[in-house]
């Protein structure tokens, strides 16, 4: 005859008793409680309900919504009616306390167990323990699994150990078909041998804490992944030196390098040794080529190591070296030594003694370059071009350095001299002239006529008196004079 309006439910409330609040709700975890409190309103309210609509409404999965009920259940607050469809009867919470029989007996020696092992060394909260249980439960490990499981945490972590840390290892005894406690001893005892490696670790860099879950990974990873003996791993620390602050981190490059390089399915101690020999063997060379150019901010990594390389394809080490000795004379740069090489071996150069004479030619050509820019009075420009000049004029014209300096003087004024120079001496070279003097003549014969101009303020400077003269050969000093009419 009677019933409430659809939105009625909206509107009212659901009572809950005290003793649920005081008693059951501070072990429960945030969701078995929402869980609880949404079925409750159910069994006040009535409707048409399910797990997969329970889901929708609460913002869960129908997994975590049943694992929920079973932790209910275990307190005795719920009764399991039946599974298909999941239906469940609710029990008074005051009735429950005179009714202790109405909880899971199982979990209650479970629980037992489990407070009576951790003593009074840390206070569990049920949720943890019901946590525990759902091992047992989902994941189908037996009680004496967990139970050892648990004791061997408090051994190796100390009982305030993270229970996110036991569900992993749960997770790898479910996974390894765990069934008896000697079971779980194997598992433990490998995670024992990474919490004493890590800590072995943390002892090489000087720090002196426990290690964390994430170093403790690491170490984990380079073990069973990496194939790395705890040896070897002590071993690899040696080589994060060149950090100011070693870490797990860096050591993992360090290992992620040698195990590419390696390539083995264990790597121990001393195929780490000998890999590290290798590595001084080939880093050497170019320690020493980097000490030549002293260039600071240049280090041995990866990429100048592939750098040296290409050098090494060209040269021997011994040439590199005289090649970097003569880049630190023009303060180049490091990647101008390969620059370098690649010319001497355009050039046909081959071995140590062609390219000395070759340099000692450079070297000539160089102090020639100088000598025509101290005569025009601008600063030196020895360059790999200037030099091609030189030795155009020199070896193909076949041009006097006394020839070239004397022509040099009609360059004194260009803006670019030796190109000018060039000029010169090419028309002087195409006429047949090759002496100073009749250089001189034709100079004479054919320049033009000066004309008056307008005077600007830019040309009313001082010229400048060449008393860096006494400097040159005294040879070019006599060709000066005669230029100048002072012979």
């Known amino acids: 005859m009677f019933s409430f309006e659809d939105q009625y439910t ?12 005081l008693e059951h709700m501070p ?30 409404e609460l913002n869960m999965t129908e997994e975590e919504i049943l694992a929920a ?50 003593d009074n060394k840390r206070k569990l909260y049920g949720k943890e323990v019901s946590r525990c249980y759902e091992w047992v439960e989902q994941m189908g490990l037996p009680q004496e699994v967990v139970l050892r499981l648990l004791e061997r945490m408090i051994e190796l972590r100390g009982p305030k150990f993270s229970f996110d840390s036991a569900e992993k290892r749960a997770v790898e005894l479910a996974e390894a078909g765990a069934r008896c406690a000697e079971d779980v001893d194997v598992v433990l005892d490998r995670d024992k041998k990474v919490l004493e490696g890590s800590r072995a670790v943390l002892r090489q860099f000087s720090i002196f804490r426990e290690p964390t879950q994430a170093e403790m990974n690491l170490y984990s ?58 590595r001084e063997a080939t880093e050497a060379p170019l320690r ?26 060209l040269y021997t080490d011994d040439i590199i070296l005289l090649a970097g000795k ?26 140590a003694e062609q390219i000395g004479e070759y340099m000692q030619q450079v070297g000539q050509y160089n102090e020639f370059v100088d000598q025509l820019y101290t005569v025009w009075g601008k600063t030196s420009r020895s360059s790999a071009a200037n030099r091609a000049l030189v030795r155009k004029w020199t070896e193909e014209w076949n041009f006097t350095r006394e020839m070239i300096v004397a022509c040099a003087a009609y360059a004194r004024e260009a803006e670019r001299p030796m190109p000018y120079l060039n000029g010169v001496l090419d028309n002087f070279r195409k006429q047949g002239i090759f002496t100073p003097e009749a250089a001189a003549a034709a100079h004479a014969e054919h320049k033009p006529a000066a004309k ?10 001082e010229q400048r008196s060449y008393d860096d003269e006494q400097a040159l050969p005294e040879w070019m000093q006599q060709r000066l004079k005669e230029m100048n009419g002072d012979a």
């Open 27 to 56: 072990g429960a975890q945030g969701d078995h409680v929402k869980v609880y409190l949404y079925g409750l309103m159910q069994c006040y309210h009535p409707q048409e309900s399910s797990i997969e609509k329970m889901g929708l």
């Open 288 to 313: 020493r080529l980097l000490g030549a150019l002293n260039k600071p901010g240049v280090t041995v990594n990866e990429s100048t190591l592939a750098i040296y390389a290409e050098m090494r394809a």
């Open 69 to 118: 009920y079973r932790y209910w259940e275990r307190r005795g607050l719920v009764h399991r009616v039946s599974d298909r469809p999941p239906t469940f009867r609710y029990v008074n919470a005051k009735k429950l306390m005179f009714m202790d029989n109405q909880a899971d007996p199982a979990y209650e020696a479970f629980a037992q167990a489990v407070h009576s092992m951790f």
């Open 221 to 278: 990873k380079w073990m069973k992944e990496w194939g790395y003996t705890p040896e070897a791993i002590t071993a690899a620390c040696g080589e994060t030196t060149n950090s100011k602050q070693p870490s797990f981190k860096y050591l993992d490059g360090v290992l992620r390098d040698k195990r590419e390089k390696i390539a083995a399915k264990t790597i121990s101690a001393a195929q780490l040794e000998k890999s590290k020999q290798t």
């Open 326 to 351: 003569e880049c630190a004379k023009r303060q180049c740069e490091f990647e101008d030594v390969l620059k370098t090489l690649k010319n001497w071996n355009k050039n046909g150069l081959r071995t």
């Open 10 to 21: 909206m509107f009212d409330v659901t009572p809950v008793d005290n003793l649920f609040i």
């Open 452 to 461: 008056p101009g307008k005077v600007v303020r830019e040309q009313q400077y």
